[in-house]
């Protein structure tokens, strides 16, 4: 009886069971925690396809305009997040605005959410050269209806440990918030 050739039929059985094993268990959490990350904030918030990642095969021109006219229509301005797939800190802010219902609604409130990529495969250096340099991801562009620039921020300054700060995310978001038409003074009425 030859031991050492069965082990050798059943070992070819059970390595590529074992990668299959330690893959499933290593790899699928992450892959299931992504897709937790990605997931709408809630049911009744619609959809908006600039905001959905950042996706390096889609025009940020087209996009800027799309979110234009939405912010026009809705007299909002325009939060431009400049980030990629491959930023930790980019999926951190999404995960932020995820876990903080509050500071998400109080975004979508007075903006429109537009992501452009930055990445190697599409870089979009002739959309972003309009705008101030970027010295680190994730970048925030408040901008006018019209599409005008008014603020350039980088996100190191709202980071809070591993994540964001919810006073400081707030505090920009209310300080960037389109200012509404003041309504002319009425005349002091009395005797």
């Known amino acids: 009886m ?7 039929k059943s ?14 268990y290593f790899c699928a959490p992450i892959s299931l925690e992504h897709k937790a990350l990605v997931q709408p904030i809630t049911a009744s918030t619609p959809h908006n396809a600039t905001a959905d990642g950042y996706d390096p095969r889609r025009d940020p021109d087209k996009d800027l305009a799309a979110a234009s006219e939405e912010a026009k229509r809705t007299t909002k301005n325009i939060f431009v997040v400049v980030g990629g797939e491959w930023c930790s800190w980019c999926h951190a802010l999404d995960h932020f605005f995820h876990e903080h219902p509050e500071v998400a ?12 990529s930055m990445s190697q495969e599409n ?3 002739a959309f ?21 620039l008014i ?11 591993r994540s964001y700060n919810v006073k400081r995310l707030k505090a920009f978001l209310e300080g960037f918030a389109p200012k509404s038409i003041q309504e002319p ?3 002091a009425r009395g005797g």
């Open 151 to 161: 603020q350039s921020q980088p996100t190191n300054e709202l980071e809070d440990g």
């Open 2 to 8: 030859n031991l050492n050739n069965n082990w050798h």
């Open 185 to 187: 003074a009425q005349p």
């Open 123 to 125: 870089p979009n250096r």
């Open 128 to 148: 972003l050269s309009r705008f101030p340099r970027i010295h680190g991801y994730p970048h925030i562009f408040i901008l006018d209806a019209n599409g005008k």
């Open 105 to 116: 609604a109080l975004r979508d409130k007075h903006f429109v959410t537009m992501k452009v």
């Open 11 to 24: 070992s070819s059985v059970r390595i590529p069971l074992l990668a299959a094993l330690v893959y499933a």
